[in-house]
């Protein structure tokens, strides 16, 4: 455990000096989230989501919706290319790590505990900036699904790290959260029920969470927090095993 503990640090401290992400971390939560209240007006909004156990259109101010969607997507994106970083680091480096004397569980549980650290910092700045202007109705529920939301982008971001160059797949982590909850999730452009393949995507479940909690005074949606619980959990063992196989690793 020593050993993964040196490894964590490590990692973390060249995150810490990873500039873009440092820059995003301060830029994005402001530019988007507190910018979408500032620069909305003032207004109604028809909004689809559950109540009572049934999906029923609520009127809801414009601002609130539009930086409670604001919110996940940038906690997605920030997190979605730290898991890219992460990857792209990691296959660099932890071959020779385990050549040195480390196992391969030591550099794994290093890796995804940096990862798990990034995901609480991004998911605590994005909160932060959101209670500036807006308070959910449930906020530990919000902040539960945010969590979800981001440690499932980070790992996506990991992926796409096994499989494109760090260019490419930064052109794809900055799009992919914003097609999938600026967009096919949101309740300003989506007002029925979504297509099948919608609800593949990973923001799905999380993002049907935060907008019950954050603009309804009932919790309904629980069950979504459980399903986003478990499409966590599998892209986390795809993850993991697709690690292994890129890094060169042994399981031990």
């Known amino acids: 455990m020593s050993r993964a503990a040196t490894a964590f640090a490590i990692s973390l ?5 990873n500039y873009v992400l440092l820059g995003l971390l301060v830029v994005l939560p402001v530019s988007f989230i507190t ?15 559950l109540v009572d156990g ?4 609520v009127m809801r101010g414009l601002p609130a919706v539009h930086g409670v969607i604001m919110t996940p997507i940038t906690s997605a994106l920030i997190a979605g290319l730290a898991g890219l970083f992460l990857m792209h680091e990691a296959k660099d480096t932890d071959g020779r790590l385990v050549s040195v004397g480390y196992r391969a569980r030591q550099v794994v549980a290093a890796r995804f505990g940096v990862l798990a650290a990034i995901t609480l910092v991004v998911t605590g700045v994005s909160v932060g900036v959101l209670l500036v202007d807006f308070t959910p109705e449930h906020l530990w529920w919000f902040v539960a699904a945010m969590l979800v939301l981001s440690a499932t ?21 900055l799009i992919l959260p914003m097609l999938d909850v600026g967009l096919f999730q949101d309740p300003l452009f989506v007002q029925s029920d979504p ?9 799905y479940h999380s993002v049907r969470v935060m907008v019950d909690v954050a603009l309804t005074t009932d919790v309904d949606a629980v069950a979504s927090l459980g399903w986003a619980v478990g499409y966590l959990a599998v ?12 890094t060169g690793l042994k399981r031990d």
């Open 235 to 246: 892209v986390a063992v795809l993850t993991i095993a697709l690690f292994y196989r890129k």
């Open 153 to 173: 982008y980070g790992l996506v971001g990991m992926l796409v790290g096994t499989v494109f160059d760090r260019l490419a797949g930064m052109w794809l982590m």
């Open 54 to 57: 049934e999906m029923t259109t």
């Open 13 to 17: 401290r060249e995150h810490a000096r």
């Open 195 to 203: 297509d099948w393949w919608m609800t593949l995507l990973p923001g």
């Open 35 to 49: 910018l979408a209240f500032a620069v909305t007006q003032d207004g109604q909004i028809p909004v689809r989501t």
